[in-house]
T-cell receptor, first 111, second 113 residues
Framework: DAKTTQPPSMDCAEGRAANLPCNHSTISGNEYVYWYRQIHSQGPQYIIHGLKNNETNEMASLIITEDRKSSTLILPHATLRDTAVYYCIVLRDNAGNMLTFGGGTRLMVKP | DGGITQSPKYLFRKEGQNVTLSCEQNLNHDAMYWYRQDPGQGLRLIYYSQIVNDFQKGDIAEGYSVSREKKESFPLTVTSAQKNPTAFYLC????????????FGSGTRLTVV
């Protein structure tokens, strides 16, 4: 599975959009980009995933570049409750795959 | 509501003692996982089980043991052979083969005193 690179930390003002980048330059054609987040002392929570097209759900939007070598998770109106560690994971979508987590990006939303 | 229950939330252990962390799910998931998380770090896989009575070592299995006698339960024993057991332990389960199908418990924080 392809490796990902994320900045270790970011700040965002409450009510503004939070844009979290992820580099995955060695991604293969059959690998998806997944985003999870972990609020302090809780288990990780699934946010969104995508293959090639941009995706949006009630939590966030995922923008994947045309060459698929990087992506951006967008929280459109960040709140204090969005303060968490955000993990970008690249994984083939078939049986036997297991989530592996790197260091992630620690997002601090400030009032 | 369906979910994963980990107990206890906080656990203190004396050096040299074995301790067992509980993980129960009522989601009817086939696969279950144990992860360890150290401060400021990502999650590392300890053991996983994709079916009852079968389990596999993850990346950091040394000093740990598991059992999977029932579909709903996947307890983790931290043995005295684990040299640095103080950590946050997370259990997860999944039915599907895709990464968005993972459900995590709320974790157990183990401290060796």
């Amino acid at each position: 599975d392809a490796k990902t690179t994320q900045p270790p930390s970011m700040d965002c003002a409450e009510g503004r959009a939070a844009n979290l980048p992820c580099n995955h330059s060695t991604i293969s054609g059959n690998e998806y980009v997944y985003w999870y987040r972990q609020i302090h002392s809780q288990g990780p929570q699934y946010i969104i995933h995508g293959l090639k097209n941009n995706e949006t759900n009630e939590m966030a939007s995922l923008i994947i570049t045309e060459d698929r070598k990087s992506s951006t998770l967008i929280l459109p109106h960040a709140t204090l409750r969005d303060t968490a560690v955000y993990y970008c994971i690249v994984l083939r979508d078939n049986a036997g795959n297991m989530l592996t987590f790197g260091g992630g990006t620690r997002l601090m939303v400030k009032p | 509501d369906g979910g994963i229950t980990q107990s206890p939330k906080y656990l203190f252990r004396k050096e040299g003692q074995n301790v067992t962390l509980s993980c129960e799910q009522n989601l009817n998931h086939d696969a279950m996982y144990w992860y360890r998380q150290d401060p400021g770090q990502g999650l590392r896989l300890i053991y996983y089980s994709q079916i009852v009575n079968d389990f596999q070592k993850g990346d950091i299995a040394e000093g740990y043991s598991v059992s999977r006698e029932k579909k709903e339960s996947f307890p983790l024993t931290v043995t005295s052979a684990q040299k640095n057991p103080t950590a946050f332990y997370l259990c997860a389960s999944t039915q599907s083969t895709v990464a968005y199908g993972y459900t995590f418990g709320s974790g157990t924080r183990l401290t060796v005193v």
